[in-house]
């Protein structure tokens, strides 16, 4: 019985220190510095990102101009025909 007991508590100290590890490694690991997770000194600028609109008859004016309205940036919209929506306009944020 005491035997039994002495193997029980071994068994949690141990794995009570290998998820300490994993815990340590996991929040100091370089794929969470990649994802730009980690924001640092030294952590790259976030990717600008395109959101698209259904838009019927896409033009190039009437998308610059449905960005503005939608508080986009005007610069960089672009009419895209292929995908799920046949329509749409894409602005960058």
């Known amino acids: 019985m005491v035997l039994l007991k002495s193997i029980t508590i071994r ?4 794995t ?5 590890v994993f815990v340590i490694t996991s929040s ?3 794929s969470c510095q ?4 980690i924001k640092g000194h030294h952590s790259p600028p976030p990717l600008s ?11 190039i004016t009437g998308c ?13 919209c672009e009419c895209r025909t292929e995908g799920v929506d046949p329509s749409q306009c894409c602005c960058k944020d």
Request: hydrophobic share 30%; proline share 2%.
């Open 11 to 14: 068994m949690m100290y141990l």
């Open 16 to 20: 009570t220190a290998v998820f300490l």
């Open 28 to 30: 100091t690991f370089p």
């Open 34 to 37: 990649a994802g730009n997770i």
């Open 49 to 59: 990102t395109v959101t698209c609109y259904t838009y019927r008859q896409c033009d």
């Open 64 to 76: 610059g101009n449905h960005c503005v309205h939608k508080g986009k940036k005007r610069e960089g």
